[in-house]
């Protein structure tokens, strides 16, 4: 495809927005920014990190006051909008970190702030009432869970529908999906895909945000592409390819999806023997070369996490040992594998990666502050120094290091989080999903930047869950299946089939 083509004409829209603009402190967010969607469409916005599309959410949903430009919804232009407001109108937006209380009850969430009052005056609740309600929306839905289930029990599949359960009981008209599927297995991306089905069919319009170009193409009637904060075109979906979409997104053809580089193979660097922990993790032995990147493959809760937490501390073990360059390490603490040149790049990049309300620069010296130490100060022009290199180093976007952490995008954000490691003087990195959640220019940036990694002689463990980056990015991979490692392949090896056997606990097929 040589160019986008036309947008597609929406001629009685239910949401419009025209010419929106936002800016920031050294930053363009949004610059005259259209789209369009009609009753009962889903339509797909993509883009790059920082291309505008967490910036477009929150002024759709009244976290931020557009500088210029208008929304329209259900016919009405929109002044004054509050996150209050915009729920009110029939506007509900599912984040990507989900927004329930987990010490109440599906029930409770569900009717969280429109609370059915059995006696008025006294304040008591009709739980009978919210728990009929409840149970009737969750069996629209064909979601077999119970009303009165303590949310912060669930697994994040199901915490996803009781947000798509509440937006429904509040009658929204609109409902905008930030990373749906990003931390969802297989079957249950797919059962949030029939339920977006079942919500087009009621009417109910979609945007869906997601990396997962493949899945935007499946369920979205229309494209919007947004890039360094502008509105690059609009293509209806059954005419485009991701190839295309790529391509609208960064101006560019990526035509190596996957770039690994063979490093030259070194000394073992990290050795596991017999790691147990009761109930999570059954006699795991593995090892890992300077040079190479050693993938770990398996599905949801197979223990790939468990056995990172368990290598750097953050879990307890009942039994096994660790070796680092030949040498047995003890490692009871975070601090302990820090301190044995041991990166550990968590999934979870806002909860244990960073510091949200503090700055790039203290975010990405934090692990080190010992190495800034004078006598009795801490050296704050080498601190200084070391995140703007870095910053510049990995194209981290952003109007200067003393921006929090908070403000980035989920891109850049990860950036910072590897900037930090590679100023910790780690030799050995554990990469958790390290492209979750981050587009494909900036998923490139982070496999070269492991090439370079391996090349300069550290090893790197890369846990995913997305078979073909496993595959295309690694020297070796085990695979493992409840808390076991279930088969080991070198890259020549590996196929899809044959990790989806192990993966399930099949060792023949």
Known sequence: MTNAGPAVAVHNPLFRIDNL???????????????????????????????????????????????????????????????????????????????????????????????????????????????????????????????????????VGHQQMVEIARAIRANAKMIIMDEPTASLSAHESE????????????????????????????????????????????????EVTVDDLVKMMVGRDITHKYPKVKATLGEEMLRVEHLERRGVLHDISFSVRAGEILGFAGLVGSGRTETARAITGADPIDGGKIFVQGKLARIKKPRDSIEAGIAFLTEDRKGQGLILLKDI????????????MGRALLNLNRCRQDAEEKVEELRIRCPGIDMPAGNLSGGNQQKVVIAKWLLSNSNIFIFDEPTRGIDVGAKVEVYNLMNELVKNG???????????????MSDRIIVFHEGRITAEFTAEEATQEKIMYAASGITTG
């Open 458 to 472: 550290a090893a790197v463990i890369m846990i995913s869950s997305e078979m073909d980056e496993c595959m295309g």
């Open 361 to 372: 620069e203290f975010n990405s010296t934090m692990v080190n502050l010992k190495s800034y």
């Open 191 to 238: 059962k949030l895909l029939q339920i977006i089905r079942y919500l087009k069919s009621e009417n109910v319009s979609v945007i869906y945000i997601s990396h997962h170009l493949e899945e935007v193409l499946a369920i979205c009637d229309r494209i919007t592409v947004l890039r360094d904060g502008k509105s690059v075109g609009t293509v209806n979906a059954k």
């Open 21 to 155: 603009s936002k800016r920031f402190p050294g930053v363009v967010a949004l610059d005259q920014v259209s789209l369009d969607v009609n009753a009962g469409e889903v339509l797909g916005l993509v883009g790059e990190n920082g291309a505008g599309k967490s910036t477009l959410i929150k002024s759709i949903t009244g976290f931020h006051s557009p500088d210029g430009g208008a929304l329209y919804f259900d016919g009405k232009r929109l002044e004054h909008i509050t996150p209050h407001y915009s729920m009110s109108i029939g506007i509900a937006c599912i984040y990507q970190e989900l927004n329930l209380a987990p010490f109440l009850s599906v029930a409770e969430n569900i009717f969280l702030g429109r609370e059915q009052i059995k006696i008025k005056g006294l304040g008591w609740l009709d739980r009978g009432y919210q728990r009929e309600e409840t149970q009737k929306i969750l069996d629209m839905l064909g979601m077999k869970i119970d009303p009165e289930t303590t949310v912060g029990s669930m697994g």
